[in-house]
Nanobody
Framework: QVQLVESGGGLVQAGDSLRLSCAAS????????MAWFRQGPGKEREFVAT????????RYADSVKGRFTISRDNAKSTVYLQMNSLKPEDTAVYYC???????????????WGQGTQVTVSS
C-alpha cells in the first residue's frame, strides 16, 4: 500500500497553467503505475493520464491530450501533472492514484489521494 498526497491546486483563469504534484510514501514507488483522475461537479470520476513505473509509457484522455503532461520523479517519489491552456471544463477535484498496470479504469487502482481542487474561471 502507498499513501498519496496531492498539492498544487488552485483558482486560475482560462488559458493559464498549473502544475499538480502527488507525493507518495513507501520505498517501492517506482514499481507502481501512477495516474491522475478528476471529478467535476455533478460528474463521475474520469481518467486524465497515466504513467508507467519507469516513466517511459504514458496515456492521456482525449480531452487533455496536447495540453496536459504527466511525469514522475522516482527519486522524489512524486508524480506531476502539468496542465496548460486550462479551460473552465477542466474544473474538478484532481486525484492521483497508484496501481499495478496502465489503465484508464478507476477500479484498476487501489490507492488514492485525498484530491486537490482546480477551478478555472472564464
Amino acid at each position: 500500500q502507498v499513501q498519496l498526497v496531492e498539492s498544487g491546486g488552485g483558482l486560475v483563469q482560462a488559458g493559464d497553467s498549473l502544475r499538480l504534484s502527488c507525493a507518495a510514501s513507501g520505498r517501492t514507488f517506482k514499481s507502481y503505475v501512477m495516474a491522475w483522475f478528476r471529478q467535476g461537479p455533478g460528474k463521475e470520476r474520469e481518467f486524465v493520464a497515466t504513467i508507467s513505473g519507469s516513466g517511459v509509457n504514458t496515456r492521456y484522455a482525449d480531452s487533455v491530450k496536447g495540453r496536459f503532461t504527466i511525469s514522475r520523479d522516482n527519486a522524489k517519489s512524486t508524480v506531476y501533472l502539468q496542465m496548460n491552456s486550462l479551460k473552465p471544463e477542466d474544473t474538478a477535484v484532481y486525484y492521483c492514484a497508484a496501481g499495478p498496470s496502465l489503465s484508464s479504469y478507476t477500479n484498476e487502482y487501489q490507492d488514492w489521494g485525498q484530491g486537490t481542487q482546480v477551478t478555472v474561471s472564464s
